[in-house]
């Protein structure tokens, strides 16, 4: 059974910067594409990050650039780096393992002076 728990949300300042982190375990992570979802305050919940078992990378158009999502097939763990965070950044961000459609309880980021 897939287990995902994230972890390092937070209030920041806008322009600042958060690294969210998800831990997995239940399967053979190597092996299985990770993403980041988010979902704001009366919004639908929209991908934001995918990595592939290889490493190859995907990014929804509003956060390119800013983002980095990156795995550490070592310690099951796959993380979010978010820089120059903006006010609409606001969300909880939820890590999925798209082989066993899986996700984890999500973390909250606020992003406001």
């Known amino acids: 059974q897939v287990q995902l728990v994230e972890s390092g949300g937070g209030l920041v300042q806008p322009g600042g910067s958060l690294r969210l982190s998800c831990a997995a375990s239940?399967?053979?992570?190597?092996?299985?594409?990770m993403g980041w979802y988010r979902q704001g305050p009366g919004k639908q919940r929209e991908l934001v990050a995918r990595?592939?078992?290889?490493?190859?990378?995907s990014y929804a158009e509003s956060v390119k650039g800013r983002f980095t999502i990156s795995r550490d097939n070592a310690n099951n763990t796959v993380y979010l780096q978010m820089n120059s965070l903006k006010p609409e950044d606001t969300a909880v961000y939820y890590c999925?393992?798209?082989?066993?459609?899986?996700w984890g309880q999500g973390t909250q980021v606020t992003v406001s002076s």
């Open positions: 990595i592939t078992s290889g490493g190859s990378t």
């Open positions: 999925c393992n798209f082989r066993s459609l899986t």
């Open positions: 239940g399967s053979i992570f190597s092996i299985d594409a």
